[in-house]
Each structure stands twice: as structure tokens, then as C-alpha cells.
């Protein structure tokens, strides 16, 4: 693609559901490769949601990403942990569990590990 790009997460090239019900991942692909929105549903735990779909003990992928609202704990396999939150920036090396903290909805946009993630 050269010159402008227009893409739109209410019209991605993928959408894949987590389990449960809990959320789904909208994928745009860009050349620089794909960037996703996850809407991750009160009660939304990578360990029971993700993780069956990914088939490892803790979530690989490597997170660059923009929390839009809403609110995710994450929790490193070393135990470093943090609260993300509305505004935040997150970078979030592979090796982790995280769950969704409250009752609203977490949305967030992810520029590098969504390529595979929840990928069935």
C-alpha cells in the first residue's frame, strides 16, 4: 500500500471471539502488519478465556497498546504486576496472565501482539 489508508475496526478483515462470550479481537491489516481492538467483557480472564484457544500456560504474545476504557490487571510470570487504565500506554513483554478489574468493558488497541493472539 502506498499513500493513504483508511481502515476501520467496524469493518476488519477479522474478528475472533473469546471464550464464553467475553469479548472479541477486530483485526485491521496494514503493511507494517495487523493492528486489533479488543473488547474485553467484565469477568474476562486471559487463563480461562484465551489460554484454551492459545494452548500455553501463560499469554506469548508481546502487547504495544492503548487502553481506550475500562480497566486490566496484568500480571508478569516473574509476579511484576500493574493496573492499566483509560489513557495508558501499556508495553507488556510475553509471559502473562490478565483479567478485566471492575464492571465495565476493557477496550484496548494493540499495534504488535495481535497477530495470532486468540487465533484458533
Request: aromatic letters at 10%; charged letters at 30%.
Amino acid at each position: 500500500m502506498s499513500g493513504l489508508v483508511r481502515k476501520s475496526f467496524d469493518a476488519p478483515e477479522e474478528v475472533r471471539p473469546f471464550e464464553q462470550d467475553k469479548g472479541e479481537l477486530r483485526l485491521v491489516n496494514l503493511d507494517a502488519g495487523p493492528v486489533g481492538r479488543a473488547v474485553f467483557e467484565p469477568g474476562w480472564r486471559w487463563s480461562e478465556h484465551v489460554k484454551p484457544i492459545a494452548g500455553t500456560d501463560s499469554c506469548q504474545a508481546p502487547h504495544l497498546g492503548y487502553v481506550i476504557s475500562g480497566r486490566m490487571k496484568i500480571v508478569m510470570d516473574d509476579g511484576q504486576q500493574d493496573e492499566f487504565g483509560p489513557g495508558d500506554f501499556m508495553l507488556c513483554p510475553p509471559g502473562h496472565d490478565a483479567w478485566v478489574v471492575g464492571d465495565e468493558r476493557c477496550v484496548i488497541v494493540d499495534w504488535q501482539g495481535f497477530a495470532d493472539y486468540a487465533k484458533r
